[in-house]
């Protein structure tokens, strides 16, 4: 529950709204009512359906009242319910009405709360409730996944020196849910239940073993941070609290953050949703770009590409072309996306880029992220393969470089306001830099944890390079960290939500940094830092942020479509709902997306063809060299074992 003690007030007096707000724009509507039966400290969501285009807009409750404003015409379910990422025991039952809104009108409605009993929650944006954790591939014939037992931390992992094991090494990249729900999921990063020889095997695949079946890299962490000694503490820690017969268990929400009234009471998500089907049983969006109509362009891991008109809430699928997880947006309005694939929506045509291995169809290029510079050139980095990649558009030829760090791992990437390259070292405790003129790499170590997962990155107005870290030490050290690149400076700032993941970090034009972690959007001003956190509309995930030149923050829930039936979403944060003047997206010229418009073209043709591309890199010395290994060292060849290159989810 939500204490008013925590919440930030003006003055001695909490938030009271305003009696005045902005004209709704043209055509669209408002709504607005008051809310009694509220519990005192529980923050109240109201939910919105425009039920024929599956647009949803979420807004808080403060001070008994609520405001939806420029809603899409047509028929609605209002519902209201607790926000998520609350501790409570007594709460209200949710509650829901129907009514059709008109265009250009101002609709009230209200509503009376009955009291309800709520058990405990858990923490995460994994769902562990509801029977649809293990059905990830969407898969109907599966037996439901049991609902988890919910426990506090200190249960579920006693202390010890195997907690302090695991705390230090294993909640480096993993989540304590993924050994808490000891169940079999069978998605990519999920794991299967264990005896104790399965966890001593595991283990040493993580310390000693090929990561991403990519033999010419070191294993996923240093096994110099598991002592001898303590080898065999870890495995009877792990045996005796997850082994084969251990239920399945969720750590229990025991403490909430800070949050700000008056903040939630100017916020507004709208998030445009697309149903499970029968031929995608299981929708699960993952990164957002815009095209140049202002259209929202969405990746759909099941197996299409989205673009939704976010005026309309219309929308067009294009299936059997998406399946990955990152996509970018060309100025002319195609689409490139992991493989590495090329996508023109209105001829339905397909290039692809494979390397050259031999065989008839190649080998795809394990692309994690991409990003276009100030030529126009992409981009890509390639985390199980280890490097970096350019698609170079005046020769249609793709070419790379492997990253001469230990445990690098490229991730996220990104173009400072200079165009040079940076990229998040997964398993490395720090970030890169490329410069494309030198073929220089630069490595910046951003904190002293080992190991950990810092998964993207970007450079705000003043060149300074900001990321997080998705892992940490007992889950309890998720910080953002700004790097000087100037002088080699790195500052933290520890988000303070319990068990926080952060995934990216992203600038508004105000140079205000935007961080994505489960259940909560935060905003973080650098003049005052200071921290403003928004709860999601529903427990997820949120793997990266699409911020446009309105400050309007686009992003997906994919573990709510992963991990439950919610289906995919594109969905936007406007943090002041009366500052709305368009739904059309469109990136900041300020914002590093921005370098692209001064690339004046031409266009890349698409013809539906196939191009190889050697898989030999740049530098094909240079990462034994600079590590001083032997001179017989593989060569890296970009081998990873998803042509998307995805991470860990839990």
Not at 547 to 571: K, P
């Amino acid at each position: 529950m939500i204490k008013f003690g925590r919440i930030i007030a003006f003055g001695s007096l909490l938030f009271a709204p305003p009696t005045s707000y902005a004209a709704h724009m043209a055509g669209y509507a408002d709504l607005s009512g008051k809310v009694t039966g509220t519990v005192p400290g529980l923050l109240t969501a109201v939910y919105a359906t425009q039920t024929d285009k599956h647009v949803t807009f979420v807004v808080f409750a403060i001070g008994g009242e609520y405001r939806v404003t420029n809603l899409i015409p047509g028929p609605y379910e209002i519902s209201v319910r607790p926000a998520v990422g609350q501790v409570f025991g007594d709460g209200f039952a949710p509650v829901t009405k129907t009514a059709t809104v008109g265009p250009d009108t101002d609709l009230q409605i209200d509503f009376a709360l009955q009291s309800q009993a709520y058990g405990p929650d858990y923490v995460g944006g994994m769902w562990y409730t509801g029977g649809w954790a293990d059905e990830i591939d969407g898969d109907p014939d599966q037996p439901a996944s049991p609902d988890a037992v919910i426990e506090p931390y200190d249960k579920i992992f006693p202390p010890g020196r195997g907690r302090e094991l695991m705390e230090n090494i294993c909640f480096g990249c993993h989540t304590p849910n993924q050994y808490a729900y000891n169940y079999n999921r069978r998605y990519a990063s999920g794991r299967p239940i264990h005896d104790k020889d399965g966890w001593a095997i595991t283990v040493d695949r993580m310390s000693k073993g090929v990561p991403f079946q990519n033999a010419a890299k070191a294993s996923y962490f240093d096994d110099q941070l598991l002592a001898p000694e303590d080898y065999d503490v870890l495995i009877d820690y792990l045996d005796a609290n997850f082994g084969v017969d251990a239920v399945p268990r969720a750590i229990e929400l025991e403490r909430e953050p800070e949050l700000d009234e008056a903040a939630l009471a100017k916020a507004q998500f709208v998030e445009y949703r697309f149903p499970n089907t029968e031929q995608m049983p299981k929708r699960a969006t993952h990164t957002i770009g815009f095209n140049p109509d202002g259209n929202v362009v969405a990746m759909d891991r099941s197996g299409s590409i989205i673009v939704v008109d976010p005026r309309t809430g219309n929308s067009t699928d294009y299936p059997n072309i998406g399946r990955g997880e990152s996509l970018i947006v060309d100025f002319d309005g195609t689409i490139w996306y992991g493989g590495v694939r090329h996508f023109d929506p209105t001829t339905k045509l397909l290039d692809q880029y494979v390397f050259d291995d031999g065989t008839k169809n190649g080998r795809p290029v394990p692309v994690s992220t991409q990003i276009f510079d100030s030529n126009g050139d992409l981009w890509l980095s390639l985390l199980s393969g280890g490097g970096i990649a350019k698609f170079d558009r005046k020769t249609n030829m793709i070419k790379w470089w492997d990253v001469p760090h230990l445990r690098a791992r490229p991730y996220g990437i990104s173009i400072d306001h200079n165009d040079k390259v940076w990229f998040a070292e997964y398993h490395s405790s720090g970030i890169g830099r490329f410069d494309p003129e030198t073929e220089k790499f630069t490595y910046f170590r951003v904190t002293n944890e080992a190991p950990t997962n810092i998964r993207r990155l970007s450079a705000d107005s003043a060149n300074m390079i900001w990321t997080a870290t998705w892992g940490s030490k007992a889950y309890q050290n998720g910080s953002l960290f700004r790097l000087n690149p100037q002088s080699g400076d790195v500052k933290s700032w520890r988000l303070d939500i319990p068990y926080t993941n952060p995934y990216d970090a992203a600038p508004d034009s105000q140079d205000n940094i935007w961080v994505a972690t489960d259940n909560y959007l935060v905003m973080f001003n650098q003049e005052a830092e200071a921290f403003t956190r928004y709860p999601l509309p529903v427990r997820t995930d949120v793997p990266r942020l699409s911020i446009t030149a309105q400050d309007t923050i686009w992003f997906a829930m994919r573990n709510a479509g992963h991990s439950s039936d919610y289906g995919g979403t594109a969905v936007a944060l406007y943090p002041d709902k009366d500052k709305i003047t368009t739904y059309a997206a469109a990136y900041s010229d300020k914002s590093v997306h921005g370098h692209l418009r001064r690339y004046k073209g031409p266009a890349t043709p698409i013809t539906g063809t196939v191009t190889f591309v050697s898989p030999m890199p740049q530098n094909p010395y240079e990462y034994a060299r600079t590590l001083e290994l032997p001179d017989d060292y593989p060569v890296n060849i970009a081998g990873g074992i998803t042509m998307n290159s995805g991470a860990s989810r839990e």
